[in-house]
């Protein structure tokens, strides 16, 4: 394959490694990107930030495009993810919310009966003009490089307004499930109209892969997830239609929902660090790839630590159809920006070495 005598990045995004390693084909290298790396690991972020609000800064194209561009800038990784929120598509549909510093999404009025989902406004798609704006400068900006465009999935954002802000055992979430099936069933429903109509314009604008942030879906039992969630993340991304662009599903602790939830339509399923790649292979079975699983913890580790873990797990990616390495979650507040790059260094050079062929066998 000539792609693996030349690590440069070809020319068009849609040939990326990323993108070709989303879809099983043969890569040049391990592609690299970090969950969370644009944010408040990098100075230069929190200096670009400072005085403006997160809400805000996530609807202004050109705070958007220089944030989403710094880690590229910075650690050469092979994807760019675009700098916004899950809760986003629910702030711009009017919902009355705010991203509290170190607590994260907080909603004034949680949904808390059956009339409060049905005054869940829709999200209506000529309110994302600046979103459209903001992917289509970084696009152009980004060249080679592919944007990974995201939503947060129903369930997750069914939590927060649930919930009314972060919660560890997501009870309240959880017995509106249980106790309302009916209004369950349209709260996710809405949801994923609204996911799909914010991954639809980030697409359109250009966006060459998405990924569908399922983060705390962990919580449930398979059985659950099967028949009260999986069917509208599923939704989300039929919500796509022909769109031809890879299709990333992650969620953190979903082990005993890993057979599952490539089924929602994913052609990569993501996995945290407490299932070793190889046996996520197994349980995800054939005909998707794999993104993950370095312990975002591993990286305030000593160095060779750090050049352990990042081994074990590139070994361990090998058993994938395709290997996307990223971490198991998000890049911790506290991670030095100059490991970030040097995992991102050793990715590449293991993951070219000619003792250790990434490329499959097509
Ligand atoms: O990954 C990236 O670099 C792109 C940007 C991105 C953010 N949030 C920016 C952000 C992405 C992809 C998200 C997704 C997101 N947001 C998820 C799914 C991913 C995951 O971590 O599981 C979730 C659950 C949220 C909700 C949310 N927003 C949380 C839990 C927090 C953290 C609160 C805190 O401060 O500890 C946020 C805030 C947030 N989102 C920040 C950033 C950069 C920090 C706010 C700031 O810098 O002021």
């Given at each position: 394959m000539?792609?693996?005598?030349?690590?440069?990045?070809?020319?068009?995004p849609?040939d990326?490694d990323l993108?070709r390693?989303?879809r099983?084909l043969?890569?040049?290298r391990?592609?690299?990107?970090?969950?969370r790396?644009a944010?408040r690991?990098?100075?230069?972020?929190?200096?670009?930030?400072?005085g403006?609000?997160m809400?805000?800064?996530?609807q202004?194209?050109?705070?958007v495009?220089?944030i989403?561009?710094?880690?590229v800038?910075?650690?050469?990784?092979?994807a760019?993810i675009?700098?916004s929120?899950?809760?986003l598509?629910?702030l711009v549909?009017?919902?009355?919310l705010?991203?509290k510093p170190?607590?994260?999404?907080?909603?004034?009025?949680?949904?808390?009966?059956?009339?409060?989902v049905?005054?869940?406004?829709?999200?209506?798609?000529?309110?994302?003009?600046?979103l459209?704006t903001a992917v289509?400068q970084?696009?152009?900006?980004?060249?080679?490089t592919?944007?990974?465009?995201f939503?947060?999935?129903?369930?997750?954002?069914?939590?927060y307004?649930i919930?009314g802000?972060?919660?560890k055992?997501?009870?309240?979430?959880k017995?509106f499930?249980?106790?309302?099936?009916?209004?369950?069933?349209r709260?996710?429903?809405r949801?994923a109209?609204?996911a799909a109509?914010?991954?639809r314009?980030?697409?359109?604008?250009?966006?060459s892969?998405?990924?569908?942030f399922?983060?705390?879906?962990?919580?449930?039992?398979?059985?659950?997830?099967?028949e009260?969630?999986?069917?509208?993340s599923?939704?989300?991304?039929?919500?796509l239609?022909?769109r031809?662009?890879?299709?990333i599903?992650?969620?953190?602790?979903t082990?005993e929902?890993?057979?599952?939830?490539?089924d929602a339509?994913?052609?990569?399923?993501?996995?945290d660090w407490?299932i070793p790649l190889?046996?996520a292979?197994?349980?995800?079975?054939?005909?998707?790839?794999?993104q993950?699983?370095l312990?975002?913890a591993?990286l305030?580790?000593d160095?060779?630590?750090?050049d352990?873990?990042?081994?074990?797990?590139?070994?361990q990616?090998?058993?994938?159809?395709?290997h996307?390495?990223?971490?198991?979650?998000?890049?911790?507040?506290d991670?030095?920006p100059?490991?970030?790059?040097?995992?991102?260094?050793?990715?590449?050079?293991?993951s070219?070495?000619?003792?250790?062929?990434t490329?499959?066998t097509?």
């Open positions: 000539s792609a693996a005598a030349d690590p440069a990045p070809s020319a068009a849609s990326s993108v390693a989303a099983g043969p890569v040049s391990t592609p690299v990107w970090f969950m790396q944010g690991s990098l100075p230069e972020y929190r200096a670009l930030r400072a403006t609000g809400l805000a800064a996530c202004d194209p050109d705070l495009t220089e989403t561009l710094q880690p800038r910075r650690h050469g990784v092979d760019a675009l700098f929120d899950i809760v598509p629910l549909a009017g919902v009355d705010d991203i170190g607590v994260g999404p907080v909603v004034a009025q949680p949904i808390r009966s059956v009339a409060d049905d005054a869940l406004p829709p999200l209506e798609p000529d309110r994302l003009a600046f459209d289509r970084l696009v152009a900006e980004l060249g080679p592919p944007l990974i465009g939503a947060g999935a129903p369930f997750t954002l069914a939590t307004l919930e802000g972060p919660s055992e997501h009870a309240r979430t017995a499930m249980y106790a309302e099936p009916e209004a369950w069933g709260l996710l429903d949801l109209v609204s109509t914010f991954l314009t980030q697409v359109d604008a250009g966006a892969a998405v990924q569908l399922d983060s705390w879906a962990g919580v449930l039992s398979a059985a659950d997830y099967a009260r969630v999986l069917p509208h599923r939704a989300v991304f039929d919500g239609g022909s031809d662009v890879p299709r599903h992650f969620g953190v602790g082990g929902l890993l057979p599952l939830i490539g339509g994913a052609d990569v399923v993501g996995v407490r190889d046996e292979a197994r349980r995800v079975g054939p005909g998707r790839s794999l993950g699983n312990d975002p591993v305030l580790a160095r060779s630590t750090v352990r873990e990042v081994r074990r797990v590139v070994e990616g090998r058993a994938a159809r395709g996307v390495f990223n971490l198991g979650h998000g890049v911790l507040p991670t030095d100059g490991v970030l790059t040097h995992v991102v260094e050793l990715v590449h050079e293991l070219m070495s000619p003792a250790h062929p490329t499959p097509a």
